[in-house]
């Protein structure tokens, strides 16, 4: 099976633009989780997204939104960038269910907002 | 909310020898404890997990042992090899979310 993949790998925006990260995850995985990885902050939990539906969210402000389609593909997407914004960003897919809670991670998308 | 702390930072250990990480949690509800390797410039790779019905699980040359009781889990490993050079993070979640929280890492160095 092929992995998750993400797109682009690599994105330099300005400050105040927008930016939109696709993610497509292992065949037949239904669960899409996004994480932001800084040097300072480690690894935090963006949202995840099952069935269309965000189940769950992390501590990010509103500027951080998402949505995932029929074919469980999902994008996030970023508004007014600030240089803070930029990080790598990792997606995640894992098959839900009883015993579905292992995650899968993307190789992520480098964003530098300048 | 769920917090993961994770010691050392950084730790370095002769080839052969073994490595042990510690994790501890603060939400006793947690009750998936993975830990992922990620290697400079690459994804976290999954490496091993325990749930919380296990105390101990055993893959080749790495362990996870979960202490409930006391919140705390640790990731051995057994004659390490340069390969196993990388950054270690645990994390946890409860119930069926896929929501994980991360420990701040531990860089590995396996001096050869």
């Known amino acids: 099976k092929a992995g998750v993949t993400q797109t682009p790998r690599y994105l330099i925006k300005t400050r105040g633009q927008q930016v939109t990260l696709s993610c497509s995850p292992i065949s037949g995985h239904r669960s899409v989780s996004w994480y932001q990885q800084t040097p300072g902050q480690g690894l935090q939990f963006l949202f995840e997204?099952?069935?269309?539906?965000?189940?769950n969210k992390g501590n990010f402000p509103g500027r951080f939104s998402g949505r995932q389609f029929s074919n469980s593909r999902s994008e996030m997407n970023v508004s007014t960038l600030e240089l803070g914004d930029s990080a790598l960003y990792l997606c995640?897919?894992?098959?839900?269910?009883?015993?579905?809670?292992?995650?899968?991670f993307g190789p992520g998308t480098r964003l530098t907002v300048l | 909310g769920e917090n993961v702390e994770q010691h050392p930072s950084t730790l370095s250990v002769q080839e052969g020898d073994s490595a042990v990480i510690k994790c501890t949690y603060s939400d006793s509800a947690s009750n998936y404890f993975p830990w992922y390797k990620q290697e400079l410039g690459k994804r976290p790779q999954l490496i091993i997990d325990?749930?919380?019905?296990?105390g101990e699980k055993k893959d080749q040359r790495i362990a996870v042992t979960l202490n409930k009781t006391a919140k705390h889990f640790s990731l051995h490993i057994t004659e390490t090899q340069p390969e196993d050079s990388a950054v270690y993070f645990c994390?946890?979640?409860?119930?069926?979310?896929?929501?994980?929280?991360f420990g701040s890492g531990t860089q590995l160095t396996v001096l050869p």
């Open positions: 994390a946890a979640s409860y119930g069926s979310a896929r929501q994980l929280t």
């Open positions: 995640a897919s894992s098959l839900a269910g009883q015993h579905g809670n292992e995650q899968f």
């Open positions: 325990i749930r919380s019905n296990v």
């Open positions: 997204y099952f069935s269309e539906t965000q189940r």
